[in-house]
């Protein structure tokens, strides 16, 4: 009678863990866009960062990729930030799963008013942005944060954030340098990006930051067809990946 009785809680407790995930919606992907607005970047070159994210979620590539995804959707949301205390929700978690959401989102982007105009603190950042994929509602396999920026930070506290959202579960941190400096560009592979497949990019010129985040989001946003989606998981254990996915949204 006692086996029955465990083994009755157990199936209960792996029901009740599926049923809460599959409370979320599922995507593709969760894609945070950390953009640095920080006291080096002008009203100029702040204009034509936020207009680089607007216009690339307005092209046809970005829509592309995204619809030719497994399920067809994404997860993005859009922060702004500066020293260590200072990061915003700009535009918070959207789904985009056609053109016209994907628009949708840049409109939102369109909106946004500058947050901050501070000193440079990536590692807070990071932080920050690490809880915000906790009951984010959404489920994904892939979890991405997405650093642009025109300078550093402590070394050793921005590759501690680094690792400590990784051991969190987020699944790759990239990167979109804004300037000629190879220091710069050099800190960011040695101490921002990391995780599966990260990278990053180099905007030469806040001009090019358009183009370089196009191209940036279809490399981040593409995936190869055979990598299983979150549902088709669940149908081969549905209990485990419930109680796993719950746990890795609480894991920050």
């Known amino acids: 009678m006692l086996k029955k009785a465990i083994a009755g809680l157990a199936i209960m407790a792996a029901a009740s863990s599926a049923n809460a995930a599959l409370m979320d919606i599922q995507v593709d992907l969760e894609l945070q866009l950390l953009a640095d607005v920080s006291g080096s970047v002008s009203s100029t070159e702040y204009s034509l960062q936020l207009q680089g994210y607007e216009q690339a979620f307005r092209s046809a590539n970005v829509h592309d990729a995204i619809m030719n995804g497994n399920i067809g959707s994404i997860a993005v949301q859009y922060i702004e930030w500066s020293s260590t205390s200072l990061q915003q929700v700009q535009v918070n978690w959207f789904e985009i799963n056609s053109a016209a959401s994907a628009n949708a989102f840049a409109d939102a982007l369109a909106g946004v008013t500058r947050a901050f105009n501070n000193s440079t603190s990536i590692y807070g950042a990071i932080d920050f942005g690490v809880n915000q994929f906790v009951d984010n509602g959404f489920d994904s396999n892939r979890q991405v944060m997405d ?94 990946i419930g109680a796993g996915a719950a746990a890795r949204k609480r894991r920050a």
Do not use: H, M, W
């Not at 690792?163 to 300037?179: K, Q, R, S, V, Y």
């Not at 995936?223 to 998981?233: E, M």
């Open 147 to 240: 650093i642009s920026g025109d300078g550093t930070s402590s070394a050793s506290l921005t590759s501690t954030a680094r690792d400590n959202a990784l051991a969190a579960g987020i699944d790759t941190i990239n990167g979109i340098t804004i300037g000629t400096s190879t220091s710069l560009q050099n800190f960011y592979d040695a101490n921002v990006i990391g995780g599966v497949g990260a990278f990053q990019i180099n905007a030469s010129t806040f001009a090019d930051f358009t183009s370089g985040i196009e191209r940036k989001l279809v490399r981040e946003i593409s995936v190869p067809k055979d990598v299983p989606t979150p549902s088709s998981l669940a149908l081969l254990a549905i209990g485990l």
